[in-house]
């Protein structure tokens, strides 16, 4: 059992390794600042917000205990307020159309 663990260690090790991989791809190639992985988490969940999912799931997702964590999220998108549409404004557009 224990040569299995040497050999096979834990997948979230394997993952942390990609996740670092990738990091130091995006430094080189792109020359970048370094960031880190909660980068990755931050954008994620301000991402699934900004295009529609539900807050609680995303939550879920994150893996936060209270929603108020998540909401920390939110504070990217205030800045985008401006640029937010009624999900009305659609179909006031296919009656001027249809009107036309």
Known sequence: MEIKKKFHPD???R???QVRQVMRYHH????????SS??????????MLENGVNILLVQKLMGHADVKTTEISTHVMEKNISTVTSPLDPLEKKQTLALA
């Open 28 to 35: 080189y190639a792109y020359r970048t600042e370094w960031f």
């Open 15 to 17: 993952l942390m390794d």
């Open 38 to 47: 909660h980068t990755f988490r931050e954008c994620f969940s301000t991402h």
């Open 11 to 13: 997948p979230w090790l």
